[in-house]
């Protein structure tokens, strides 16, 4: 019997959790066909375009910095009100200020410099190179991957490519690659990097750095999770050094419903590199210039000096140690749902439980502290008979 009313407690936090966490996890949802189109309220002007579905409450902060939130969808439009001009240079000043440009703080891991990339979407691929928009367990876009670690071992970086599929490209995708995810923060990386496509026209993407023609980059981040602030704060000081050294990489930033897989680790992002309708050599391009910027932003602008022996080689994410808290914080509070999941079942409801409890402070409990007096009395009366001896 207590076996079964164990069994129905376990299902219920079960049940309870799912509810959690599937608003969360099958969030991340794509187009499957076409892309949304976000407008200005006012002006009716494009802001921007993404083959990730759009949903109110959902913000973006483009090219130039200007922060806006998504209040109505209709079909494949978007729209949004302007929200604030970000002051962009805050988190580049905040980058400059603390241990001579080191923005973030990592795992110290006895001085080795190590970044993860991994790949949700493992079909993604890019027409006009690969020949298809998308190619199942081996798309072009591990191609693009490995072109961002290889540009990060120039820069003296460690780096581990996983090269692990997570197909099909579909809703479960994420909860799928969580895995992998989980295995590469095992390695303690002071970085773990997402790298996709999107799916919209080539133009929306096609840019110049230098003169140099590439496919520009956005960041996307998860507004659904409790490391948003830490995430967004590694999200900013990426695109502050793009937009001072690089100007024209970075596209602009996603606050798109869901987590990502962000939730797991401050310093993770995903990386959209151009879209399936660029040549895949020029997102590979644009990703060897994030590499630049990935090193600079997690090791200072010096980021090829050796660290000293002992030293850590950067500085701490802001918000970094709440983040932590935040998830203790809920934890403890699922164990808490958990275990009165478990009373109300083996006690048959709220009124029997609130009986048991009443008895419990009422006799049992008064019992066991008189029990406690008692011993103490008895062991001051021995005390006393020892010390007179």
């Known amino acids: 019997m207590r076996t079964g009313k164990a069994f129905m407690a376990f299902f219920v936090l079960y049940m309870i959790l799912g509810l959690v966490f599937s608003r969360i996890s099958f969030a991340e949802e794509e187009k499957k066909d076409g892309y949304f189109t976000v407008y200005?309220?006012?002006?009716?002007?494009?802001i921007f375009t993404t083959a990730r579905v759009v949903n109110v409450g959902d913000e973006y902060l483009d090219e130039d910095n200007n922060l806006y939130e998504i209040f109505k969808v209709e079909g494949d439009r978007?729209?949004?009100?302007?929200?604030?001009?970000v002051d962009?240079?805050?988190?580049?000043s905040a980058l400059q200020d603390v241990e001579d440009e080191s923005a973030l703080k990592t795992s110290r891991l006895q001085g080795k410099r190590l970044v993860a990339i991994y790949h949700t979407h493992s079909d993604e691929s890019y027409v006009p190179t690969d020949g298809k928009a998308s190619i199942p367990y081996k798309?072009?876009?591990?191609?693009?991957g490995e072109a961002l670690k290889e540009a990060l071992e120039r820069r003296g970086i460690t780096v581990i490519h996983s090269n692990q599929p997570h197909d099909p490209h579909d809703a479960a995708a994420y909860q799928r690659s969580r895995r992998t995810a989980m295995e590469l923060l095992k390695k303690g990386p002071d970085a773990l990097i997402d790298i996709h496509r999107d799916a919209v026209p080539a133009e929306e993407y096609s840019g110049h750095v230098n003169g140099q023609p590439i496919a520009k980059i956005r960041l996307v981040v998860g507004r659904q999770n409790p490391q948003i602030q830490s995430i967004n704060n590694f999200a900013w000081q990426l695109k502050a050094v793009a937009d001072k050294k690089y100007p024209g990489l970075m596209k602009g930033i996603f606050y798109g419903k869901g987590s990502y897989n962000q939730d797991l680790f401050p310093r993770t992002i995903l990386v959209e590199a151009g879209t399936y309708t660029n040549h895949r050599d020029k997102a590979q391009e644009g990703?060897?210039?994030?590499?630049?910027?990935?090193?600079?932003?997690?090791?200072?602008s010096d980021y090829q000096k050796k660290a000293a022996p002992g030293t850590g080689g950067t500085t701490q994410v802001p918000g970094e140690g709440g983040s932590a808290v935040k998830n203790i914080l809920w934890i403890i509070i699922f164990g808490a749902i958990g275990f009165i999941a478990y009373l109300l079942v083996s006690t048959g409801g709220w009124k029997e439980l609130s009986s048991k409890l009443g008895r419990f402070m009422g006799s049992e409990f008064t019992n066991f502290l008189g029990s406690l007096k008692s011993k103490e009395r008895g062991g001051n009366r021995g005390?006393?008979?020892g010390d007179e001896g």
Do not use: M, S
């Open 383 to 385: 005390d006393r008979a």
């Open 40 to 46: 200005e309220e006012k002006t009716n002007k494009k």
């Open 287 to 300: 990703v060897e210039i994030l590499a630049d910027v990935i090193a600079t932003t997690l090791y200072g």
């Open 78 to 85: 978007g729209y949004a009100r302007f929200k604030e001009k």
């Open 139 to 144: 798309g072009g876009i591990f191609k693009v």
């Open 88 to 92: 962009i240079e805050k988190a580049l």
